[in-house]
C-alpha cells in the first residue's frame, strides 16, 4: 500500500513567528527588554517566510500551472484573483504584507555598511550601529504585522478549494504495526 503525506510548511513557520511572539509578549509581562529587538527581528522574519509558504500552498490548490518562481507580487496577485478578493495594496492585510515583505528583503539581502561620525557622547553610538529595521523591532509593530498575517492565513482558509484540498500537515496510508 502507498503512503501518501501532505506536508504544509507554512504552519511550522506560522507556529515558529508564533513561539517568537509568546516570548516577545512574556518578556514584557516580566518588565524585561533583555533581547527582545533580536525576538522581534525572529517574529518578523518568520512572518515574512510564512506569507512567502502561505501563497505557495494556496497557489498550488488554487491557480492552474501555478508557477513558485514568479515574482512574490505576481503570485500574490493570482491568489487575490482566485480567492475572489480584492488586490489593493492599500487595504489590509495587503498593505501590510507589502510592508512586511519590503522589511523582510531588507533584512534577507542586507548590505555591509561602514559609517563614520564624531561621537558627543556614547549615546550615539545607537545611531551610528542602527540598521534599516531597527525601528521596526518593537512588540507594537510586530503584533500588528502578525495579526495580519493572520487574518491573510483566513482569507486563504475561507475559500472552499482549499477546505476541499485539506490544511493540515498529514500523513495516510498506514496500517501495520509500528516497529523499532
Known sequence: ????????????????????????ERKQKEKTSESIALDC?????ALGLTVEALINFAGEALVPDWE?????????????????????????????????????????HAKPAKREKELASLAEIDELLETDWDPYLTPKYV??????VDRFEK????????QESGILTIAVGWTGEIKP
Open 68 to 108: 513558485e518562481r514568479e515574482k512574490y507580487h505576481v503570485k500574490l496577485k493570482k491568489i487575490c484573483g482566485q480567492l475572489g478578493y480584492e488586490f489593493d495594496e492599500t487595504q489590509e492585510p495587503l498593505k501590510t504584507l507589502k510592508e512586511l515583505k519590503g522589511l523582510r528583503d531588507k533584512m534577507a
Open 143 to 148: 503584533n500588528r504585522i502578525y495579526d495580519q
Open 155 to 162: 482569507l486563504i482558509y475561507e475559500n472552499q478549494a482549499i
Open 1 to 24: 500500500m502507498a503512503h501518501e503525506a501532505n506536508i504544509y510548511p507554512h504552519h511550522d513557520l506560522f507556529n515558529l513567528a508564533y513561539y517568537h511572539l509568546q516570548t516577545i
Open 41 to 45: 527581528m525572529s517574529c518578523l522574519l
